[in-house]
């Protein structure tokens, strides 16, 4: 319960980092580059340094949400995206409960011959034909067991056209729903920031979803090395070659964290990395604002 009234609070400061449709951060009301504003060049350039010599290829997109100061590191660098498609598919749907045009009860049949998926999730050993499962059940297994049979289902009953163009009204410059296509760090940033504003919106449905993202069974990356107790809601996935995560950081001060990476000879060396990345984001967003008295 006190982390819901905290996080309450929190929303009511979300549109200080909340974005146009383009993407781009909108300043807080009253602030200008003369006021208290975190600085963040010192931070990438030590991510910058933790990444140097790495064989793999990352996009980095970082997002203060108080002051809506972000940077980035090959940020728009086209990346498979793996798993971390399932966050917009799952948002789509959350989406159109929001608007009436669909409801969490709505069941969808298994069809093995377009559904079957192996790989992460629990479907694939126990769904039959003709098994229904409701929305709200696969939206749920999509994002915590990362199933990617509940995926296909959800992109089936949705219209991947329709997926698609949701995308795309967001903002993203690389709207695909297959895992082996790209994405983008910053497009990333931008589902994460429509979480929010469903959040502030929909307080029933973006709370559900950002719970969901916070207890996922891999939580490996972004919270791996991260004080206990930090709530991190957060989708990480791999491919050969690729460990991405990508979330919003409940710290103190929070912020949106996008760690993309390509060319990995080792995918959980990978994710070690990205939770290195991540533990000096926080400890840098932390002293900066010791640092200005806040």
């Known amino acids: 319960m006190r982390k819901r009234v905290l996080f309450s609070i929190l929303l009511i400061m979300i549109p200080v980092a909340m974005v146009t449709a383009a993407g781009a951060p909108l300043a807080a009301p009253g602030w200008t580059a ?18 140097a010599g790495d064989p793999a290829t990352y996009g ?34 959350n989406h159109l ?10 069941r969808v049949a298994y069809q093995p011959a377009t559904d079957h998926r192996t790989g992460a999730g629990a479907l694939q050993f126990f769904a039959r034909p003709g098994d229904t499962y409701s929305l709200r059940v696969l939206s749920n297994l999509a994002i915590t067991l990362s199933d990617n049979v509940a995926k296909a289902m959800l992109v089936r009953h949705l219209g991947a056209s329709n997926i698609k163009r949701f995308m795309a009204s967001l903002g993203a410059s690389h709207p695909n729903i297959n895992g082996e296509e790209p994405t983008t760090a910053r497009d990333m940033a931008i589902y994460l920031q429509a979480i929010l504003r469903l959040a502030r919106e929909n307080p029933e449905l973006g709370w559900r979803m950002i719970d ?36 919003i950081v409940f710290s103190s001060h929070p ?13 959980e060396a990978g994710f070690r990395k990205i939770s290195e990345i991540s533990r000096l984001v926080y400890d840098y967003q932390e002293q900066v604002y010791r640092s200005l008295g806040r």
Request: glycine letters at 10%; charged letters at 15%.
């Open 212 to 247: 969901d993202l916070s207890h996922t069974i891999w939580h490996v990356g972004l919270p791996g090395q991260l004080p206990p107790g930090i709530q991190v809601a957060h989708k990480e996935g791999d491919i050969t070659g690729v460990s991405n995560d990508v979330g």
């Open 97 to 106: 409960v929001a608007q009436g045009r669909a409801s969490w009860s709505d």
């Open 255 to 267: 912020y949106i964290l996008c760690i993309l990476s390509d060319g990995q000879q080792d995918i």
């Open 60 to 93: 980095v997109y970082f997002l203060d949400l108080e002051s809506g100061k972000s940077f980035g590191i090959n940020a728009d660098l086209p990346i498979p995206q793996a798993s971390t498609v399932k966050v917009p598919i799952v948002l789509y749907v």
């Open 34 to 51: 003369n006021t208290w504003h975190p600085g963040y060049e010192p931070l990438k350039a030590q991510i910058m340094a933790c990444l």
